[in-house]
């Protein structure tokens, strides 16, 4: 196996030299550079990143941290941070806590002693609102940006949308055709985001004068079979919503299912809104009216933002906050033909 003293030998130079080339911590002439890329290239040369990273006291790599790599949002996020990652010769490494706090923690304690730089972190939702283990990571030296939730009682960066604004946005939308009695599915009220969504959609609601409903909002956890759940039980109710707004992409395919089997026509007899775009939402019929999340920039704004903390750009310990703005994209589950409670149809509200 070739070492860095083989490679100085082939290609002319001092090992301080191609240490320089490798880490880029110091000018090195562009003829000299390109002898010591083609050496290593020759040679098959691969650095001991173990051995540099005790040296330097860091491991170029980061930790993202995700709540449910099944939902499509999140692989869009990875992607986003992956590619900011890798622009600043970071690898990053995607773990996956299933919605568990216990898992949740469990990965974090392997990040702190396998000497992580950062972590790009989405909460999971915990019933006691423990975050100990996050505040314990960070004093321990490790930066963390927190990615969609932000959870209450710890001061970190972060990067997201207003929730609140967001789903008042949708609501809003389903209140200009007209729609009176709208239903909420709503993530679990453990997680800031799902209260932040429902408060947003009481908002809207009261701007209108309509008082919300109690029998109509129903609390899920963002997952298809709460979704699928507690959309049939809406649509089952002796006095049914007219419109549904559901918190987020997973739960509307299962809130669609539920369309299918109850025999209800969207748009014809309920409209739909749903807080995410899915990337196949343009396959169900009808085409669905979703606020897309800026998903892929907010995992890029992100390992953006964790890479400046380590790299010392930011030096104020003020936390960042970034709000993204998303877009509402009104399709076909809320143009019906008619205008559904017999009021006056008013001219949508895009983003």
């Given amino acids: 196996m070739a070492t860095i003293k083989d490679v100085a030998k082939r290609a002319g130079v001092s090992v301080g030299t191609v240490s320089n080339v490798l880490s880029a911590s110091a000018s090195v002439g562009a003829e000299r550079r390109a002898r010591v890329y083609a050496a290593i290239e020759r040679l098959d040369y691969h650095p001991n990143h173990i051995a ?60 702190r002693s396998r000497r992580m730089d950062g972590v790009l972190l989405v909460v999971a939702p ?18 963390i940006v927190c990615l969609d ?39 679990g009220f453990t997680l800031q985001t799902a209260r932040d969504r429902l408060e947003g959609y009481k908002v809207a609601l009261r701007e209108a004068g309509i008082a919300p409903d109690t029998e109509l909002i129903l609390e899920g956890n963002f997952r298809r079979d709460t979704g699928y759940r507690l959309g049939k039980s809406l649509l089952l109710l002796h006095n049914p919503p007219t419109a549904l707004f559901v918190s987020n992409g997973m739960m509307a395919v299962g809130v669609v299912q539920a ?47 964790l890479i400046q903390r380590l790299q010392g750009k ?17 399709r076909e589950s809320t143009t019906g033909n008619r205008v559904p409670d017999g009021g006056v149809e008013f001219a949508p509200v895009v983003a």
């Fill in 314 to 330: 930011i030096k104020s310990r003020k936390r960042v906050t970034i709000r993204l703005i998303p877009e509402l994209k009104i």
């Fill in 52 to 111: 540099r990273s005790l040296k330097a006291r860091n491991t170029k790599t980061l930790g993202l941290i995700v709540s449910d790599i099944t939902n499509p949002f999140f692989p869009q996020v990875a992607r986003g941070a992956e590619d900011a990652a890798f622009q600043h010769g970071y690898l990053l490494t995607t773990f996956n806590t299933d919605d568990q706090v216990e898992r949740e923690k469990q990965i974090l304690s392997v990040l």
């Fill in 126 to 143: 915990s019933t006691d609102g423990d975050v100990s283990h996050i505040r314990k990571a960070e004093e321990s030296g490790i930066p």
């Fill in 259 to 305: 369309l299918e089997e109850t025999g209800f026509s969207c748009p014809a007899d309920i409209g739909v809104v749903c807080f995410d775009d899915l990337p196949f939402s343009e396959v169900f019929r009808p085409h669905l009216t979703s606020l897309a999340q800026p998903a892929y920039q907010m995992g890029y704004e992100g390992a953006q933002l």
């Fill in 149 to 187: 939730r932000v959870p209450p009682g710890v001061e970190l960066d972060s990067v997201s949308v207003d929730n609140v604004a967001a789903a008042q946005l949708c609501v809003r939308h389903l209140i200009s055709r007209g729609y009176r009695r709208i239903g909420i599915v709503t993530g």
